[in-house]
């Protein structure tokens, strides 16, 4: 297949476990971008912070953000969707259904938990970024991505909110992103319709797209891709949908070697 853009996850998969970029990856980028591929990362981050992480070569790549609901190419944004205050409010109360667990949200330009500073674990700080500390949700801004995070643990939590979903005036699903991690999904939204608006708007189809991942939200991309591809340190679940696995974990630098190899 000829691949015209290369989708990556960022955190498990192009990110170290320390949170860092591969040494060489903006070269590499650049590389790329002269012989004709573009890059994006297709992240559950919000788009603020992935523009300060890949600063230095935010004029030759695109974002997939927030598991799909934002998408930003060359600083202009194709598309938003956008939680409505009520559900806002409503999955706020959700998190009171499993002790623990904490409600992180996050607009345009800033990211926001209803946790004291006590309760805030440095997990999260990992996870999410720099994120403001509040007693209730901020409505002056819209929100983009609603997260739920446990540091004991979250999976024992999706049962319990695929099965209040009806509630909700908004369509939201929920897929677990990390051990710690859940990410609410608005309108069936994921990277995989994400990455399709952004390769309709470059002119190419998905089936000139490699996708890269390890985890749940990572899924649809690598099953629509032309090439999906699962890094060594991927769940087993998408590892089984993967057109292949690399032989490369993220702290082996899989998405700069994928890179390298085209």
């Known amino acids: 297949m000829s691949v015209k853009l290369v989708a990556f996850d960022m955190d498990g998969t192009v990110l170290t476990s320390d949170k860092r970029?591969?040494?060489?990856?903006?070269?590499?980028m650049r590389r790329l971008r002269a012989a004709g591929v573009s890059c994006a990362a297709a992240t559950g981050r919000f788009s603020g912070t992935?523009?300060?992480?890949?600063a230095p070569v935010a004029?030759?790549?695109?974002?997939?953000?927030?598991?799909?609901?934002?998408?930003v190419r060359d600083g202009r944004v194709l598309a938003r969707s956008v939680f409505s205050p009520e559900t806002v409010l409503a999955l706020s109360g959700f998190a009171e259904a499993c002790g623990g667990m904490v409600p992180v949200f996050f607009t345009p330009s800033r990211g926001f938990a209803l946790a004291r500073p006590e309760a805030w674990h440095p997990i999260a700080a990992s996870e999410y970024g720099p994120t403001d500390l509040l007693d209730e949700p901020d409505l002056s801004e819209d929100v983009i991505k609603v997260s739920f995070f446990k540091p004991q643990g979250i999976e024992a939590c999706l049962g319990p909110l695929e099965a209040r979903a009806a509630?909700?005036?908004?369509?939201?699903?929920?897929?677990?992103?990390?051990?710690?991690?859940?990410?609410?999904?608005?309108?069936?939204?994921?990277?995989?319709?994400?990455?399709?608006?952004?390769?309709?708007?470059?002119?190419?189809?998905?089936?000139?797209?490699?996708?890269?991942?390890?985890?749940?939200?990572?899924?649809e991309m690598v099953?629509?891709?032309?090439?999906?591809?699962?890094?060594?340190?991927?769940?087993?679940?998408?590892?089984?949908?993967?057109?292949?696995?690399?032989?490369?974990?993220?702290?082996e630098f899989a998405v700069l070697r994928e890179m390298q190899a085209l």
Not at 21 to 28: A, I, K, M, T
Not at 59 to 71: L, P, T
Request: net charge negative.
């Open 21 to 28: 970029l591969p040494d060489g990856l903006f070269d590499e």
């Open 50 to 54: 992935v523009g300060e992480m890949f």
């Open 59 to 71: 004029d030759i790549m695109s974002c997939v953000a927030c598991n799909g609901h934002e998408i």
């Open 167 to 219: 509630e909700l005036a908004q369509d939201v699903g929920f897929v677990q992103t990390s051990p710690w991690t859940i990410d609410c999904c608005l309108d069936g939204m994921n990277k995989a319709r994400g990455l399709s608006i952004l390769a309709r708007d470059m002119g190419i189809g998905m089936d000139e797209v490699m996708a890269i991942g390890d985890h749940m939200n990572d899924y």
């Open 223 to 251: 099953v629509e891709a032309g090439c999906g591809v699962a890094v060594r340190n991927a769940i087993d679940e998408l590892k089984a949908v993967a057109d292949r696995v690399s032989p490369f974990t993220n702290d």
